[in-house]
């Protein structure tokens, strides 16, 4: 981690339909970033492309809350990693994908992602909570099966 260690902790894997380039290509394609990630109204900001390494945005979600992002990592078309941090009103975390080729032509997706909650000691302790690490989790599998959706959609 970037900036030290992290409260919550996310890891699974997931099978996209679809080549591992043109899943890799439209992960960091910011133009189409609003189509599969919940909530996201627009990128801004954009200093240059998603698939490299130091490449900071914003993600409107709506119009009093953004999310500030940076690339920490790139490696096309097998690794992608961000950082973002939406405080004062949301969190900041880390997430990781690597895209491997499955056998059967499709891409493997393993997502690994440490995050924080807002409102610093209470939101640690909120963490603590069962009901709120699974909401947690919920939300980042809802975006990577928004990604899996579109994507496969793409290739029919």
Known sequence: MSEGPRVGYV???THVAAPLEEVFALHVDAGRLPEWFPGVR?????SGPLDR???????????LLASRGEVVGASPPRMHA???????????????????PARDGGTRIDFE?????PFGP??????????MRRRAEASMRRELA???????????
């Not at 390494?53 to 119009?63: E, P, S, V, W």
């Open 11 to 13: 890891c699974f894997t």
């Open 42 to 46: 627009a990128v801004e900001d954009l």
């Open 53 to 63: 390494r130091g490449t900071t945005y914003r993600l409107r979600f709506k119009r």
């Open 82 to 100: 961000r950082t973002w941090d939406a405080r004062p009103l949301a969190g900041t975390g880390e997430a990781t994908l690597f895209f491997q």
């Open 113 to 117: 992602s440490t995050y924080e909650l």
């Open 122 to 131: 209470l939101g640690r302790l909120l963490d603590r909570v069962p009901a």
């Open 146 to 156: 928004s990604f899996k959706a579109l994507a496969e959609r793409g290739t029919r």
